[in-house]
């Protein structure tokens, strides 16, 4: 057992299903001393087999004075409000009340009995799948504070461990039923494998930590690509489109922030490489100025809202809020953020709004002698098309008047001599609630 992985003084959360693998770990971790605590979930699936399982762990644990904490939860009702299998939801429900039990006691690891056996049928199931390095390297021994100290020891060993020392334990009866892919791998997968190699399940092990180290490697190689050419958000399209896939593909994920099925990924090295964006799970990548910029696949679009003045509106879509007020004189100052723009009252046609950008729309800019699409101008901004339809857009009864963080029209614009001026202001929005004021 890897006891590197466990803290020498601070509390360890066991996880305690009651079988012969998570029987053996509590056991151990009592032997050497360490300061544990036992956790079961009840997973609501197996009716009067599931209540033994758990007053099992409960009376073992009340007999050797182990603090025990337990939880039931409905994984049926889960997986179906959740729309995934019930494999995933258990799985699901049972890690998220281990962190909330750790929490709870102030536990320094969540440790999991997951032994060698576990592992070699992990990989089976991944190339099964068609996984990367990432899923062929198995099950990690680290992944957060969750830790995982019997990927050395084989299912063999453990119960030759309890029964010469008279432990007992529960067998949870689907474990012998071909309707979960893993029990039909452990059943006859790898069984034909020991013909080939009594020693299969170690030497999957070393296979699997030697494609974890390589994937370790590729993925600090990608964290250095993204220092040297990305910002958090995006990064240089024409680098990654150059770049080697075992890279590319790395940055590209890790800049998603997510898992990414290859064709999500080569859909997105598409983009960088001939332009136009890309549409994945939960967000979009487009490129942009020479950038591949990752966001939200779209921006909420704005509705009209009407601007009094003097007035006040919120726009929670852009996180804005815009003001509106008169004043006796122009301000001889410039703003080039673009967010407090002066309109002469008298060339004002009918009231002020505030919009989205709509089809057809331009902005005639002081000195530019011509009107520029919207379009072409938030291309020249670098603002990524999907979040266009939350840009801010004044206009009144003729068009556009100005749009937030672009540019004024000149057609109602303030000049010094003006004394009857409209002053509207874009600030970051409060955190409150309301709308007209």
């Known amino acids: 057992m890897d006891t590197d992985l466990l803290p020498g003084d601070g509390l360890i959360l066991c996880a305690v299903s009651g079988g012969a693998d998570s029987m053996y770990l509590l056991c151990r971790l009592e032997e050497m001393g360490l300061n544990i605590a036992a956790a079961h979930f ?14 099992f762990v409960r009376d073992h644990c009340a007999r050797r004075g182990i603090r025990f904490v337990t939880e ?5 009702a889960f997986a179906a409000r959740e729309r995934m299998g019930v494999e995933e939801a258990a799985r699901t429900l049972r890690y998220r009340f281990l962190e909330r039990a750790a929490d709870e006691l102030g536990a320094a690891v969540i440790a999991t009995a997951h ?19 990432r899923g062929l390297g198995g099950i990690p021994p680290r992944r957060g504070r969750v830790v995982r100290p019997m990927l050395d020891v084989t299912r063999r060993e453990v119960e030759t461990y309890l029964r010469e020392r008279g432990i007992e334990w529960v067998t949870d009866s689907t474990n012998g039923q071909d309707t979960y892919a893993r029990n039909r791998v452990r059943r006859w997968a790898v069984p034909a494998l020991e013909s080939v ?10 296979t699997m930590a030697l494609l974890r180290e390589d994937e370790a490697y590729l993925t600090a190689r990608a964290e250095e ?8 958000r995006s990064v240089d399209a024409k680098a990654l489109a150059a770049e080697s896939w075992p890279v590319a593909s790395r940055a590209v994920r890790l800049l998603a922030g997510r898992e990414l099925e290859a064709v999500h990924v080569r859909a997105i090295l598409k983009a960088a490489r001939d332009g136009g964006a890309a549409d994945v799970p939960g967000m979009r990548a487009a490129r942009t100025g020479g950038r591949l910029v990752f966001g939200a696949r779209e921006a909420p679009a704005l509705p009209e809202r009407a601007l009094l003045v003097p007035g006040r509106v919120l726009l929670p879509e852009a996180g804005l809020a815009v003001t509106a007020e008169k004043l006796t004189a122009c301000p001889q100052v410039v703003h080039k953020s673009y ?16 919009t989205g950008r709509r089809p057809g729309d331009g902005l005639r800019q002081p000195g530019r002698g011509c009107t520029t699409k ?12 999907w979040e266009r339809q939350s840009v801010p857009v004044l206009r009144d009864g003729r068009g556009v008047l100005a749009v937030y963080g ?27 609630g309301g709308a007209q004021t």
């Not at 032994?115 to 068609?130: K, M």
């Not at 690509?225 to 958090?232: E, S």
């Open 42 to 55: 009840h997973h609501g699936l197996r009716g009067a087999e599931a209540d033994r399982d758990q007053a």
């Open 72 to 76: 039931r939860g409905d994984t049926a």
């Open 115 to 133: 032994t060698a056996d576990d592992n070699a049928e992990t990989l089976l199931l991944h190339l099964a799948r068609g996984a990367g390095l």
């Open 197 to 206: 190699d009594p020693a299969f399940v170690r030497a999957a092990g070393q």
């Open 225 to 232: 690509f993204l220092r040297a050419w990305g910002d958090g």
């Open 339 to 354: 967010n407090i723009f002066f309109f002469q009252y008298e060339n004002i046609c009918g009231s002020i709004s505030v």
């Open 374 to 385: 919207l379009k072409q101008l938030f291309a020249q901004r670098g603002i990524p098309a």
């Open 406 to 432: 672009i540019g004024q029209d000149e057609r109602a614009m303030a000049g010094p001599a003006d004394r009857d001026i409209i002053k509207i202001e874009f600030r970051p929005l409060p955190d409150e």
